[in-house]
């Protein structure tokens, strides 16, 4: 296209020689039109001889003959500019095509490429969505082999809110209500030694599902306990709730639940 484009402009520029040159001849031609006019009146008073006036015509005949081949070439040229301009555009219209045939094969390639990607990713790769800590559940080594579906490590993000969540049987329900304080014995840490950890009922179901609610409780003081120590974060720790329903305070719910357990 870009040889194309120069000799379009190269014809381009011989296209206005070429009129340059139609121009003079045309004056040419004139002149020598007005001479044979002139020439004619002085062959009839004889003054000059037939032979000399048929050589003028002569001349005359050549100027009209450059002037035609002139003509000839500017039509040659313009014939040819426009063949090269016509070519130029079919071959702008092929590039494009052969742009858009490439791009979409390279969108195809790119797709298989995510797909292959995506299904290697599935099959060897152990990604999590969120950030954390590793906790391997096994003794592991490089180079281990590991079975499709066996567990080998859990995530445990960092833990920035506490929500605490349990079962609240159908039986007494009724008694709960959100706003009601709740205490809760950890499994891993004996109440006895650690104390307890304290917080409010924040809402319950409308509707139960296997003869319970489900209630979801706020923690007043994260994981601070009656006594004041503080629980180490875990992304999930496990106890049972108590809901306070009458007026009886933390003490003597604590001191209640020694003396229920010196008994057993």
Same mark, same amino acid.
Do not use: C
């Given at each position: 296209?870009?040889?194309?484009?120069?000799?379009?402009?190269?014809?381009?520029?011989?296209?206005?020689?070429?009129?340059?040159?139609?121009?003079?001849?045309?004056?040419?031609? $004139?002149?020598?039109?007005?001479?044979?006019?002139?020439?004619?009146?002085?062959?009839?008073?004889?003054?000059?001889?037939?032979?000399?006036?048929?050589?003028?015509?002569?001349?005359?005949?050549?100027?009209?003959?450059?002037?035609?081949?002139?003509?000839?070439? $500017?039509?040659?040229?313009?014939?040819?500019?426009?063949?090269?301009?016509?070519?130029?555009?079919?071959? @702008?219209?092929?590039?494009?095509?052969?742009?858009?045939?490439?791009?979409?094969?390279?969108?195809?390639?790119?797709?298989?490429?995510?797909?292959?990607?995506?299904?290697?990713? @599935?099959?060897?790769?152990?990604? #999590?969505?969120?950030?954390?800590?590793? *906790?391997?559940?096994?003794?592991?080594?490089?180079?281990?082999?590991?079975?499709?579906?066996?567990?080998?490590? $859990?995530?445990?993000?960092?833990?920035?809110?506490?929500?605490?969540?349990?079962?609240?049987?159908?039986?007494?329900?009724?008694?709960? #209500?959100?706003?009601?304080?709740?205490?809760?014995?950890?499994?891993?840490?004996?109440?006895?030694?650690?104390? $307890?950890?304290?917080?409010?009922?924040?809402?319950?179901?409308?509707?139960?599902?296997?003869?319970?609610?489900?209630?979801?409780? *706020?923690?007043?003081? =994260?994981?601070?306990?009656?006594?004041?120590?503080?629980?180490?974060?875990?992304?999930?720790?496990? =106890?049972?709730?108590?809901?306070?329903?009458?007026?009886?305070?933390?003490?003597?719910?604590?001191?209640?639940?020694?003396?229920?357990?010196?008994?057993?």
């Amino acid at each position: 296209m870009e040889q194309l484009q120069s000799q379009v402009e190269d014809h381009f520029k011989l296209s206005k020689e070429l009129q340059n040159r139609n121009l003079l001849l045309s004056k040419q031609l $004139m002149l020598e039109q007005q001479k044979i006019e002139a020439d004619s009146v002085l062959v009839k008073d004889k003054i000059i001889a037939p032979f000399e006036f048929n050589s003028r015509k002569q001349e005359l005949i050549s100027k009209q003959i450059n002037v035609d081949d002139t003509k000839s070439g $500017m039509l040659q040229n313009r014939l040819q500019q426009t063949e090269y301009l016509k070519t130029i555009t079919e071959l @702008q219209q092929q590039k494009l095509q052969q742009e858009n045939d490439l791009q979409q094969k390279v969108r195809e390639n790119v797709k298989r490429l995510q797909g292959q990607l995506e299904v290697w990713e @599935q099959t060897y790769v152990l990604k #999590s969505p969120v950030d954390g800590k590793v *906790v391997f559940f096994n003794i592991w080594k490089e180079n281990q082999y590991v079975t499709n579906g066996e567990t080998v490590l $859990m995530i445990v993000p960092p833990v920035q809110h506490y929500i605490a969540k349990a079962p609240l049987p159908v039986r007494g329900a009724g008694k709960v #209500s959100a706003g009601q304080k709740v205490l809760i014995r950890l499994s891993s840490y004996p109440f006895e030694e650690f104390g $307890m950890i304290q917080g409010q009922v924040e809402s319950i179901s409308d509707v139960a599902m296997d003869t319970t609610y489900s209630m979801e409780v *706020v923690l007043a003081k =994260g994981l601070t306990t009656t006594t004041n120590k503080l629980i180490p974060p875990h992304a999930q720790l496990s =106890g049972i709730a108590e809901v306070l329903t009458d007026d009886k305070s933390i003490l003597q719910r604590l001191f209640e639940n020694v003396l229920a357990s010196s008994k057993r």
